[in-house]
């Protein structure tokens, strides 16, 4: 089993920035893929950024050139940079980490971005 546990989400004005981690615990394997979703009200959950254990990231377009995701595989933990926030940002924001066949899933952490 794998737990993951979020911080670092909160209210920030529009333009300004936030980091996000993400950290895993449990049964965690030395190949994995760690990446944050995000989930904005009345809209379907979608994948903002992931990476590998060897450190490949994609990004999807809205967020390109803002945010940028890490990840220090010796503490499992995988971090989220988010600058010049813009208000469209805000959504909950989940952590999840593939390994093998299974997935797993952070409880989610609020971020608002006030305009």
């Known amino acids: 089993q794998v737990q993951l546990v979020e911080s670092g989400g909160g209210l920030v004005q529009a333009g300004g920035s936030l980091r996000l981690s993400c950290a895993a615990s449990?049964?965690?394997?030395?190949?994995?893929?760690m990446g944050w979703y995000r989930q904005a009200p009345g809209k379907q959950r979608e994948l903002v950024a992931r990476?590998?254990?060897?450190?490949?990231?994609n990004y999807v377009d809205s967020v390109k050139g803002r945010f940028t995701i890490s990840r220090d595989n010796a503490k499992n933990t995988v971090y989220l940079q988010m600058n010049s926030l813009k208000p469209e940002d805000t959504a909950v924001y989940y952590c999840?980490?593939?390994?093998?066949?299974?997935?797993?899933w952070g409880q989610g952490t609020q971020v608002t971005v006030s305009s």
């Open positions: 999840k980490l593939w390994q093998r066949l299974d997935d797993y």
């Open positions: 449990g049964n965690i394997f030395s190949i994995t893929v």
């Open positions: 990476i590998t254990s060897s450190g490949s990231t």
